[in-house]
């Protein structure tokens, strides 16, 4: 079965730089969500989207920006890069309102490393 | 705001034996949903078992089963006949239900599981 895809895989940028992350979510899946998990942290959400309209926001920094295109796929950008940036950033997808399992998959996550 | 506890940073089961672990959350809601998620040195997020609030019946999937007890707010995972490949992180993630969409999920810290061979 398809899994959501995240490009890149890994990462390394220098601080004050833009790194920009893609997800293309499980085909027929309407939600794309971004999370942000820190060494030996949980995940944390960020902001999500909905049939190409951001739904929820979460502890998302002002420097970062997020859109879902007209092919369901989603950019995380990040602008002025901090080395507290520095995680595994996951891409998650569910469709909720056509199989009512409001299960999210996830990603295998794009590793930033800010230096 | 909804929180989940994990209570238990480590724990430790021989191979083939039976582990359990421990979930509270704690919530105003009465619709939403429960998850566990199996992270191994991958890092990979693996949804290992769900369960709805209102389902009063505990969720089973092969060799995972969990403890859903609402009114105590808690949610247990319990592992049966482990294997080596069950060692990993096991985060409990709450979803709350609105709209029928648009649920980010919250997470505990996590339970590192190791496998005795």
């Known amino acids: 079965a398809a899994g959501v895809i995240q490009s890149p895989r890994h990462l390394i940028k220098e601080k004050r730089e833009t790194a920009t992350l893609k997800c293309y979510p499980i085909p027929r899946h309407d939600t794309v969500y971004w999370y942000q998990q820190g060494p030996g942290q949980d995940p944390q959400f960020l902001i999500s989207f909905y049939e190409k309209m951001q739904s929820d926001k979460g502890s998302i920094p002002d420097r970062f920006s997020a859109q879902q295109f007209s092919d369901y796929h989603s950019e995380l950008n990040m602008s002025s890069l901090e080395l507290g940036d520095s995680a595994l950033y996951f891409c998650a997808s569910s469709a909720d309102r056509t199989t009512f399992s409001y299960e999210q998959y996830f990603g295998p996550g794009t590793r930033l490393t800010v230096t | 705001a909804q929180?989940?506890?994990?209570?238990?940073?480590?724990?430790?089961?021989?191979?083939?034996?039976?582990?359990?672990?421990?979930?509270?959350?704690?919530?105003?809601?009465?619709?939403?949903?429960?998850?566990?998620?199996?992270?191994?040195?991958?890092?990979?997020?693996?949804?290992?078992?769900?369960?709805?609030?209102?389902?009063?019946?505990?969720?089973?999937?092969?060799?995972?089963?969990?403890?859903?007890?609402?009114?105590?707010?808690?949610?247990?995972?319990?592992?049966?006949?482990?294997?080596?490949?069950?060692?990993?992180?096991?985060?409990?993630?709450?979803?709350?239900?609105?709209?029928?969409?648009?649920?980010?999920?919250?997470?505990?810290?996590?339970?590192?599981?190791?496998?005795?061979?």
């Open chain 2, 3 to 117: 929180t989940v506890t994990q209570s238990q940073p480590e724990m430790s089961v021989q191979e083939a034996e039976t582990v359990t672990l421990s979930c509270t959350y704690d919530t105003s809601e009465s619709d939403y949903y429960l998850f566990w998620y199996k992270q191994p040195p991958s890092r990979q997020m693996i949804l290992v078992i769900r369960q709805e609030a209102y389902k009063q019946q505990n969720a089973t999937e092969n060799r995972f089963s969990v403890n859903f007890q609402k009114a105590a707010k808690s949610f247990s995972l319990k592992i049966s006949d482990s294997q080596l490949g069950d060692a990993a992180m096991y985060f409990c993630a709450y979803r709350i239900l609105y709209g029928g969409s648009q649920g980010n999920l919250i997470f505990g810290k996590g339970t590192k599981l190791s496998v005795k061979p």
